[in-house]
């Protein structure tokens, strides 16, 4: 079953997120990560409007979003942000048929 990873962002420092920016995509395909949506336009609808930057990413299954996350080289990246230059809410979900799944 396909798995999404959901992220909401803040950017502080664009320069050094970029860093970060620069290296993920190609971590995430290591896993079979397909991004479905990343810094489009977007209307907050509900909730408070402190984050700026959305982003969607389909893996192939659970555990391999979880192993990219987890992995070496995402950590390596993410480095580039945890530093104070960006703030970041993620989560990895199953996807599910319908709204009658919980």
């Not at 420092?13 to 397909?34: C, F, H, M, P, R």
Request: glycine share 10%; charged share 25%.
């Amino acid at each position: 079953m396909p798995a999404y990873w959901m992220a909401r962002s803040r950017i502080n420092n664009q320069e050094n997120y970029s860093k970060y920016t620069a290296l993920v995509g190609d971590i995430l395909k290591q896993y079979g990560g397909k991004p479905l949506s990343r810094g489009g336009r977007y209307q907050m609808m509900e909730g408070p409007d402190y984050f700026q930057r959305f982003v969607i990413v389909e893996f192939p299954t659970f555990e391999d979003a979880v192993a990219c996350f987890e992995s070496d080289g995402y950590k390596a990246a993410a480095a580039h942000r945890r530093d104070g230059s960006g703030e970041v809410e993620t989560v990895i979900m199953d996807a599910t048929e319908g709204m009658g799944a919980n």
